[in-house]
């Protein structure tokens, strides 16, 4: 490994004749302090009939929860997409804890399926979903609204936190779609870029399912997911900002979205 130490506004005389290097889009939107990055699943790193997914800042090879092939397919731009349906799903299970008082999720996905809720994050299938304030983000089985709940499980009538009327079935095109919470903002829900729900009432951190091996990613999906990824920080403070942005580049430029639709 080699460390690079990078100056500002400093001259050096034949400069032409140094090496240089750039950095990718990736490159850049892991350039985080240390402890914010926690758990990051791509489709591009994945064994699928081994049903093996690396888990990209631990290192850890990560067996999928349910006994398929990993199903995959491809965006409307060629991107790899985790595809799962009724017939053939994939969940990796959580292998680092979440941070209680502050946090980010954030997902591309494209709704492909209008029949049942898919979840972004949940408690892990087959653990105890316990009482408390738990990390449930779903996709509505309408594929229109994100809904950030406010217990585990699968139940009707849980109630809610937040939620966004999106549109997104109609779409016909992947979103990034992030979800942020600190005890010091509150809740927010960023589609593309935009601020566009909050909820700054509602401070009360994780309390359930928050381990590692007591959450999983995602969970019952039906809908076509790329990038997926857990930050153990507010990225809606202004301090943040940067990292944010960094992520929502990187995702536009490898998934191709655009800003909301009209």
């Keep these: 490994m080699r460390n690079y130490l990078k100056f500002h506004g400093v001259n050096i005389e034949n400069a032409n004749g140094l090496p240089s290097f750039t950095l990718s889009p990736e490159a850049k939107m892991a350039a985080m302090p240390d402890g914010f990055w926690n758990f990051l699943i791509d489709p591009d790193e994945v064994n699928a009939t081994d049903r093996e997914i690396l888990q990209r800042v631990t290192g850890k090879i990560l067996p999928s929860q349910i006994d398929d092939d990993i199903p995959l397919s491809t965006f409307p731009n060629g991107a790899t997409a985790f595809d799962p349906s009724s017939s ?12 209680s008082d502050a946090w980010t999720v954030f997902a591309v996905f494209q709704a492909v399926d209008n029949t049942v809720i898919s979840d972004i994050i949940n408690a892990a299938d087959g653990v105890t979903e316990q009482d408390g304030v738990a990390l449930r983000i779903s996709i509505a089985a309408t594929g229109s609204d994100i809904n950030v709940y406010e217990e585990a499980g699968r139940d009707t009538g849980t109630p809610i936190r937040l939620e966004y009327t999106g549109n997104f079935r109609d779409r016909n095109a992947p979103a990034l779609v992030m979800v942020t919470f ?3 903002r509150g809740l927010s829900i960023w589609d593309n870029g935009v ?15 928050r381990l590692a ?22 990225l809606s403070l202004d301090r943040n900002a940067a990292f944010r942005r960094m992520i929502e580049r990187h995702c536009r430029e490898k998934y191709d979205i655009s800003a909301i639709p009209e």
């Design 88 to 99: 053939s799903n994939f969940a990796a299970l959580g292998d680092v804890d979440i941070r």
């Design 195 to 209: 601020d566009v729900a909050q909820n700054t009432s509602d401070t009360r951190p994780l309390t359930a399912n």
């Design 182 to 184: 600190s005890t010091q």
């Design 213 to 234: 091996g007591e959450w999983q990613v995602p969970r019952a999906a039906r809908d076509r997911m790329g990038l997926t990824g857990q930050i153990n920080a507010d």
